[in-house]
Structure formats: C-alpha cells, structure tokens
T-cell receptor, first 116, second 111 residues
C-alpha cells in the first residue's frame, strides 16, 4: 500500500518548456488535489477533482491544466513554464464522506520544480 | 476569502516542555479543521481532524481544540521530544474539497 505517489521528485525547466506532473493513489479515494507550497505562504490549492471525470479550479489555477485520467491518477500540466511557477507541488487524496463530514487528506512526497 | 494565520512562525523549546501552537481563521463558517505535520523535504501527515461540531480531539500527547466563534484553534503538545521537531500546519475547509492552509509553525525541540 504505497498511498500517494508523485513523479518526478525533482525537475528543472527552462522558461517556456512544458511538463506533466504525475500523481497516483491506491486508497480508492474519490477526491484528489494539487497544491503548491511556496516559502512563507503555506499550501495553495491549484485544482481539485471531486470524482473521476470532474475537475474544478482552486485558488491559483492560472498557468496549469489537470486531467483526472481514472480514479487512481490525477496529473498536472504546465504548458509554458514561468519562473513564478518555481515551487514545491503536492498531490493529495481524500475520501470525502458528506454524511460524516470527514475528509482527511493524504499527501504525496512532493515534486520540487525549478523554472529558470 | 478565508485567511488562515499561524503564530508563531517558529518556536524553539527544551525537551520535556509542554507547548501550544496557534491557528486563527477569518471565516467561522467551516466544515472542519485539520492539523498536519511536515518534516523537511517531505509531504504532510495528518495529525488530528476536528469536525465543526466538535470542540477538541486528542491523539496521544497531542490535543487540538476548536473555537469556531472566535476563529481559533490550538494544538497542545505535551512533554515535547526532539522527534516532535517539524513544521506544523493547520488547514480549514469551508466546503468539501476546498481547503485553506496556514503558513505553519516551525518547531525545534532541543535535547
């Protein structure tokens, strides 16, 4: 049981390059999330997917696209990377149970991205 | 927009001390509040989740309280140990799938 896995762990891009960050979870969770973490600013939600086939914008979606490929996988794509997208990116998943109002999130180890 | 603030940003204490970490939020209409631990270079690990109808949750040496009306939560760590050294973050959810994080308190417990 690996939990939430992310690839790659580290990446360096040049301005204008594109790349996709991969995330997978093996806990059969409905909901998945992408966050970025910048120094002194905590985590900010980029996009989330409440269920397979659906995606919604979070707090900072500009410059990103996402795909919920199936229940297990949720990818984040940077079409044209900018230095402002240098950050640590975390994927998370949770089982949102409305009747119980519990949505503990489980996080992956993160991808450290530098855009030059 | 929900704003979550954590004070202090950093804290250093000797081993064995009891300590309190603070989290405040601007919008009291929350579903729940969660405390996380983050070790350097790692992801976040959930410590405690308090539902909006609850006042506190306990797990081992950790106790988290929630006062929705005043927009505050505290994380109490009893008998701190060097292994507790990490960054502690709180997060509130206004509705399912929308979470707002504080910037964290970096804790150092000295042997």
């Amino acid at each position: 049981n690996a939990g939430v896995t992310q690839t790659p762990k580290f990446q360096v891009l040049k301005t204008g390059q594109s790349m996709t960050l991969q995330c997978a979870q093996d806990m059969n969770h409905n909901s998945m999330y992408w966050y970025r973490q910048d120094p002194g600013m905590g985590l900010r939600l980029i996009y989330y997917s409440a269920s397979e086939g659906t995606t919604d914008k979070g707090e900072v979606p500009n410059g990103y696209n996402v795909s919920r490929l199936n229940k297990r996988e949720f990818s984040l794509r940077l079409e044209s990377a900018a230095p402002s997208q240098t950050s640590v990116y975390f994927c998370a998943s949770s089982e949102v149970l409305a009747a119980r109002n519990t949505d503990t999130q489980y996080f992956g180890p993160g991808t450290r991205l530098t855009v030059l | 927009k929900q704003e979550v603030t954590q004070i202090p940003a950093a804290l250093s204490v000797p081993e064995g001390e009891n300590l309190v970490l603070n989290c405040s939020f601007t919008d009291s209409a929350i579903y729940n509040l969660q405390w996380f631990r983050q070790d350097p270079g790692k992801g976040l690990t959930s410590l405690l989740l308090i539902q909006s109808s609850q006042r506190e949750q306990t797990s081992g040496r950790l106790n988290a309280s929630l006062d929705k009306s005043s927009g505050r939560s505290t994380l109490y760590i009893a008998a701190s140990q060097p292994g507790d050294s990490a960054t502690y973050l709180c997060a509130v959810s206004r509705n399912f799938n929308k979470f707002y994080f504080g910037s964290g308190t970096k804790l150092n417990v000295k042997p």
